[in-house]
């Protein structure tokens, strides 16, 4: 099997979660996707579908293989609809592009447009803190939601690459557990969340994921943002 690319990295340091906890906010943002850097393993490549044609990762929290590495992906809420071209454009190719591809994503979920992913992956290896990037692949969710929070986004038919502030966010706030998370995606005591990815066709347009699983990663040193949109 082709193994397919990723990218995310680990922050240099967390301070970003010690100081900016979504648990500060008196009333945090419901109904809203969510984007998580994470460890990928070896299980999440292969979806399992069950009876009713829907595709699973990760159904044993504690059988999930090895970890090939860190990866980027949104989280969809129940209430808002993801376009299926979003699922073919949000193709991150070949490149470890994944946390420009699955912040885009959230982007898209929230404004309902479509946004230049490489550029917000390229933006965000400036800021990320790592001297090898670039060249080297890769960068954190946390630098791609510094770059939206100052920066905004660039819409995906803009050929000047011009940044908007108003297409990015206001603030972001960091979730520690898959109770935040799934309130957030406004659906609290789900035991479940779906996961969008970003390898187009080439992969299935929504997985689901065990709530017990993504505990596990966020354990691991995963980072769940949570976006206040302009």
């Not at 340091?13 to 648990?23: A, F, Q």
């Not at 609809?81 to 190719?93: A, E, F, I, L, S």
């Not at 447009?113 to 933006?123: K, N, S």
Request: contains cysteine; hydrophobic residues 35%; proline residues 6%.
């Amino acid at each position: 099997m082709t193994l397919l690319p990723l990218g995310r990295r680990e922050p240099t340091d967390w301070k970003h979660v010690e100081k900016y906890p979504l648990t500060a906010l008196r009333t945090a943002p419901e109904n809203v996707p969510v984007a998580i850097g994470v460890n990928w393993y070896t299980a999440f490549d292969v979806p399992t579908k069950d009876a009713q044609g829907v595709y699973w990762i990760g159904l044993e929290a504690k059988k999930l293989g090895a970890v090939r590495g860190g990866h980027c992906v949104c989280l969809k809420p129940q209430s808002i609809t993801d376009g299926r071209g979003w699922w073919k454009y949000y193709d991150q190719g070949t490149e470890g592009a994944c946390v420009g591809f699955g912040s885009s994503r959230m982007m898209s979920l929230l404004n309902r447009r479509r946004y230049d992913a490489r550029w917000l992956y390229h933006q965000a290896q400036i800021v990320d803190g790592y001297p090898d990037t670039p060249p080297a692949e890769g960068t954190s969710v946390r630098a791609a939601l510094d770059v939206l929070r100052t920066q905004g986004h660039v819409f995906a038919t803009s050929t000047a690459q011009i940044a908007r502030l108003s297409e990015g966010i206001t603030a972001n706030r960091w979730a520690r557990t898959v109770t935040e998370v799934l309130t957030a995606l406004g659906t609290p005591g789900a035991e479940y969340v779906d996961v969008l990815n970003s390898w187009g066709a080439a992969y299935p347009k929504r997985v689901r994921m065990p709530a017990a699983t993504l505990q596990r990663l966020l354990d691991e040193g995963g980072e769940a943002g949570i976006v206040t949109d302009r």
